[in-house]
């Protein structure tokens, strides 16, 4: 195996096997307020939305996980046909191997699913010159996305997995203007990878012409607890204690849904594993909910484990509607949100 494909099947085994999210539950921290006399029947709550101009029956995204190495074809089968059968959207892993050694088939296979909406993915990073390596184009970026029929191309920001990696990829300069450059040129999105986006963040990417972000905050996934898993089994006792101090960094899920509000489009992410937090990203401000973890084990199994969890996800989700008294996911958007805790602290902290 390449390196490169190494630590692809390193992440999905430490994130299946290992403690990789903060001891602190942010979404618990997130209230809704319980309607006793709901007014809604049931069979009438519509769970659809429109995200970059897609209809999804279910308001959740599979952000991206992998591609690109022979597990990768799995699991990316068993996703795109459960978001195909849901009505839920499906993002690829990041297409940086089918950009410097062609595509593997694992990341096209996603084509021969009805997905609502695809999105395709390469990492800021990738968007800059980073030692001898030579940054991806405009138009290698274009050929990503035909290769998955993408939607809209999704640029990873993952800087504190690259900080914490050891020989990671850490010339951030001029990432912004490489994301507008591709803006321009084709739709665009920006995520995160689990340490959220700030106000002044997402001002800033406001002015590239992007479409909207996947906050992926804080309350999930954290990359600094894998690569400190990773670095430990290699023996690095340097990149094992930056990952063990880096663990909790960032941005709070919910906080980083209400600071990255500023009239795009989002997705909320970091630490959804269920469809009352699906309810409670939407109802703090964003269109769709996302998650990557939540769904890894189903993934490695089969497309039905993948859609019966799907379908207790929806479930929850529609009964948190129904206990709102909302007939349309709109209507959830302009529901009261409670926010105590740690993200209220957040939220209402001064700067100093
Ligand atoms: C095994 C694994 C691999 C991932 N690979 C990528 C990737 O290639 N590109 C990317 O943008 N995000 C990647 N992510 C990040 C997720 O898309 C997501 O932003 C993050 O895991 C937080 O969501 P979660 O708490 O639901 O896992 C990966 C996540 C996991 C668990």
Known sequence: MKRIEHRKSDHIDVTLKEKVVPDYDYWADVHLVHRALPEVDMKDIDTSVTLFGKRLELPLVVTAITGGFPLAEKV??????????????????SQRPAIEHGDDGTYSLVKEYDVPLVIGNVGAPQLVRQGSER???????????EAVGADIMAVHLNFLQEVVQPGGD??????????????????????????????????????????????????????????MYRAREQEDSSASALGRTFFEWGI?????????????????????????????????????????????????????????????????????MFLTGCKSVEELQQRRVIVSGRTADWLSAGDV
């Open 135 to 145: 940054p991806f184009t405009v138009e290698d970026v274009e050929r990503a996305m």
């Open 76 to 93: 990316n089968r068993n996703l795109a046909e459960a978001c195909a059968k849901m009505g839920a959207g499906l993002g690829v892993g």
């Open 252 to 320: 709070p899920a919910p906080a980083a849904i209400i600071e990255a509000d500023v009239g795009l489009e989002i997705i909320a992410s970091g630490g959804v594993d269920d469809g009352l937090r699906m309810a409670k990203g939407i109802s703090l401000g964003a269109n769709a909910a996302g998650c990557a973890r939540a769904l890894l084990a189903e993934a490695m199994e089969s497309s039905e484990r993948v859609i019966e969890k799907m379908r207790i996800m929806q479930a929850e989700f529609k009964a948190t």
């Open 170 to 227: 850490v010339n951030a300069k001029g990432c912004l203007e490489s994301i507008r450059a591709l803006a321009k040129e084709m739709p665009c999105m920006v995520k995160e990878t689990g340490a959220g986006i700030s106000r002044e963040m997402a001002m800033l990417l406001k002015g590239t012409g992007i479409r909207g972000m996947d906050v992926s905050g804080v309350g999930g996934t954290s990359f600094a607890a894998v690569e």
